[in-house]
């Protein structure tokens, strides 16, 4: 399965896979990183682990194995060298990295010293707060968000307050236990606007169970997986009315993954084939019918439509002809968005605005993206099925999450891929079986042929593509330095000026900020050639 893919501004060859290569391996990189800062996880000189962000200088950020600086899943805008080390217990800055504002010393590693350890600090944090999963005193696991006070972000192992992955903003005291059953707040924390106990863990306490609640949920709508009368399952969608959320046991109304704004009562029922409204809920703009059961209904089955879809491109689960799954995103065109049972192409959760043909398919066993799909910011193959697939299972990363840091409980190795931000050139972030270059989610908008390939190996041009404004080239020119100029222009089947005739545009006063940067770019390849 391939990675997450690449985002804006990603050069050549910069995404590769994690199977050790030269450069740009692992997770991604982020704004700001040179070549061979980010590597693969498997000890290489510099860049290894989840990757640099903003403002990390090279060798800051290199892998797990131990290195002198910059190890683990990377450094937060703000780091100084030093402070952003690996997990094998150096002095400072170990882990998962400093978020703004953090001072030295307050980002230490998991392996027990005296702060800072584990995920890392947010925003706001004080020293301290933040150690490591050995069973410290405070602030210990994933790491306290924003608006936290002291102790309230604890280790796994069941202490009083604040454990598990971590409280959202809005959180009190005790909100947010561990994974070992204690009276509240347990399992992966509550979402923005919950309410104390309303997010237990998954033994099936009486309410707040399973994934958590969405904003706007009331006590009660999200419990356990278990069957309880009402808001079970993943959780109920902003706008979502109590009992509108049930369980996936067959409930008249609101079961599933839940509505989204927009849909009235009744609309968004159970998996069990009602007429209108089932499976994951109808997007805003659809109307009523067109968001119908898993069952195999003429129009809007599966998880529903998104904005922009027509009537009939969002069909069920049963193998209808088009728009089957989740259903499409904006943008996605007839038939790419396709059902669970094994169709060609566009299955599972569906595809995100200007994702390519086939790269999301279903929960039928098919080869990549199974389980109940992506959110916004995740990888591909993060969130499989719970059937103990290899990566990326439980419950699955919300936005900002790291890849397969959520993956399944059943105790896999390690964390890998939360994917690179801006800023990333191509070719770092590849795929997990070893392509070439660039696979992964894929590219946004506006990608240039040859970019983003698919994750079956495809040549050019697939995957999610490129967001909005990326440069053909690259916004740091990293795509000079992976294939040459000339290599990267006739992929884009655009003519190729001559190298020597840009340098000379340069001698005589050219200011463009781009291409005088193009034109450093190729004298340094000149010179380490």
Do not use: P, Y
């Not at 937060?76 to 952003?84: D, I, L, P, S, V």
């Not at 005193?137 to 280790?155: A, L, T």
């Not at 009190?172 to 236990?177: A, F, I, P, Y």
């Not at 972030?429 to 495809?458: S, T």
């Amino acid at each position: 399965m391939a990675g997450e893919g690449r985002k804006k501004g990603m050069g050549r060859g910069e995404r590769r896979e994690w199977g050790g290569e030269k450069e740009g391996d692992g997770e991604w990189r982020k704004k700001g990183m040179g070549r061979g800062e980010r590597r693969g996880w498997g000890g290489e000189k510099e860049g290894d682990g989840e990757g640099r962000k903003k403002g990390m200088g090279r060798g800051e950020r290199r892998g797990w194995g131990g290195e002198k600086e910059g190890n683990g899943e990377g450094r937060k805008k703000g780091m100084g060298r030093g402070e952003r080390r690996g997990w094998g217990g150096e002095k400072e800055g170990d882990g998962e990295g400093r978020k703004k504002g953090m001072g030295r010393g307050e980002r230490r590693g998991w392996g027990g010293e005296k702060e800072g350890d584990g995920e890392g600090r947010k925003k706001g944090m004080g020293r301290g707060e933040r150690r490591e999963w050995g069973g410290e005193k405070e602030g210990n696991g994933e790491g306290r968000k924003k608006g936290m006070g002291r102790g309230e972000r604890r280790e796994w192992g069941g202490e009083k307050e604040g454990n598990g992955e971590g409280r959202k903003k809005g959180m009190g005291r005790g909100e947010r236990r561990g994974w070992g059953g204690e009276k509240e707040g347990n399992g992966e924390g509550r979402k923005k606007g919950m309410g104390r106990g309303e997010r237990r863990e998954w033994g099936g306490e009486k309410e707040g169970d399973g994934e958590g609640r969405k904003k706007g949920m009331g006590r009660g709508e999200r419990r356990e997986w278990g069957g309880e009368k009402e808001g079970n399952g993943e959780g109920r969608k902003k706008g979502m009315g109590r009992g509108e959320r049930r369980e996936w046991g067959g409930e008249k109304e609101g079961n599933g993954e839940g509505r989204k704004k927009g849909m009235g009562r009744g609309e968004r029922r159970e998996w069990g084939g009602e007429k209108e409204g089932d499976g994951e809920g109808r997007k805003k703009g659809m109307g009523r019918g067109e968001r119908r059961g898993w069952g195999g209904e003429k129009e809007g089955d599966g998880e529903g439509r998104k904005k922009g879809m027509g009537r009939g491109e969002r069909r069920g689960w049963g193998g209808e002809k088009e728009g089957n799954g989740e259903g499409r995103k904006k943008g996605m065109g007839r038939g790419e968005r396709r059902g669970w049972g094994g169709e060609k192409e566009g299955d599972g959760e569906g595809r995100k605005k200007g994702m390519g043909r086939g790269e999301r398919r279903g929960w039928g066993g098919e080869k990549e993206g199974d389980g109940e799909g992506r959110k916004k910011g995740m990888g591909r193959g993060e969130r499989r099925e719970w059937g103990g697939e290899k990566e990326g299972n439980g419950e699955g990363r919300k936005k900002g999450m790291g890849r397969g840091e959520r993956r399944e409980w059943g105790g896999e190795k390690e964390g890998n891929g939360e994917g690179r931000k801006k800023g990333m050139g191509r070719g770092e972030r590849r795929e997990w079986g070893g392509e070439k270059e660039g696979d992964g989610e894929g590219r946004k908008k506006g990608m240039g042929r040859g970019e983003r390939r698919e994750w079956g190996g495809e040549k050019e041009g697939d995957g999610e593509g490129r967001k909005k404004g990326m440069e053909r080239l690259g916004k740091r020119g990293n795509v000079m330095e992976v294939g040459g100029v000339g290599e990267r222009q006739e992929e884009e089947g655009r003519k190729v000026a001559d190298v020597s005739q840009l340098a000379d545009k340069n001698e005589e006063g050219l200011t463009n900020n781009h291409e005088c940067g193009f034109i450093s770019n190729q004298k340094k390849a000149r010179k380490a050639a």
